[in-house]
């Protein structure tokens, strides 16, 4: 069942600091909601939480990270005694990490999936349950989930290994999901956000992290880190247009939100790939230049 008029609802939305997840609150708050916004960086934070609230929105606002399961829990509690229902939530932290799959520390893979794929799960068993529940006493609530993963959760980008394979494991989180929310009614949907390389902040993600974490210091990180600088800084599609095409698909209960069409000749070529019993294909086959770069940097004396 469709949304419906947005007005007066409730949308949680972690990463809320910056990029994607800032515009999901400033289309929320444009529509009239209320925002739960979550963020480990409080400065971030609190500028979001204080330019929504000089236009009228209401806002609550919980510095926390959401590789916590109990602070998760913690936040749908407060957030039900405060609102009564939550309808809209938005697992959107993410950070990432660069450097060849076996040269990541034990502190690297533990952060990636931390927030990428604990702060999903953590958002689905301390949200789903009570909105589930809160469709059950109201025959006229709707809610529906949007998990950020990437076009690096359908293909596999070198130099990039924690960052891909928690974003495959939450693709296929938001799709058992959603075949899971399937047995149970139709009041409460979900969605995937698949995006490939936009302007946020995602590639200075590290500012964040505990300085005492050991990190992976290699020239294939400094390459994999170079590449991600360049490519975040050149990026033509803004969290903003990433945002407008999310409440789209939010409004018309599509699955799938695909803000690069073009990524999908690599998905494509991958599913190719598998069904011929083939090895994975170049993710980068359309920027042959890309790649060049790479392995210039990698093998440069």
Known sequence: MAMGD???????????????GREFARVAAG??????????????????????EAGGTTVMQRRLDVADGH?????????WARFGAVHLLFNNAGVGTTGMVWEASVQDWEWVLGVNLWGAIH???????????????????RGHVVNTASVAGLVDPPLTGPYNVAKHAVVSLSETLYQD?????????????????????????DR?????????????????QALVDKVVSSAK????????????????????????????????ARHEALLAHAPPPDPYAALPQ???????ALHAP
């Open 181 to 205: 929310l399937s047995l149970v009614g139709d009041r409460v949907g979900c969605s995937v956000l698949c995006p490939s390389w936009v302007g946020t902040g995602i590639a200075r993600a």
């Open 31 to 52: 529509a009239g909601m209320a925002v739960v916004l979550v963020d480990v960086q409080a400065d971030a934070l609190a500028e979001t939480a204080a330019a929504l």
């Open 71 to 79: 602070a998760l829990q913690t936040l749908a509690h407060d957030a």
């Open 6 to 20: 947005l007005r007066g609802k409730v949308a949680v939305i972690t990463g809320a600091g910056s990029g994607f």
């Open 123 to 141: 958002g689905v068993r301390a949200f789903v349950p009570r909105m589930l529940e809160a469709a059950a006493g109201d025959p006229g609530y």
């Open 208 to 224: 964040n992290r505990d300085p005492r974490a050991v990190r992976t210091r290699t020239r294939a990180a400094a390459v994999g």
């Open 237 to 268: 599609t803004t969290a903003a247009d990433v945002a407008r095409l999310t409440f789209e698909a939010i409004a018309e209960r599509r699955f799938w939100i695909l803000p690069h069409p073009q990524a999908l000749d690599a998905v494509r």
């Open 290 to 296: 890309l790649r060049r770069q790479i392995l210039d």
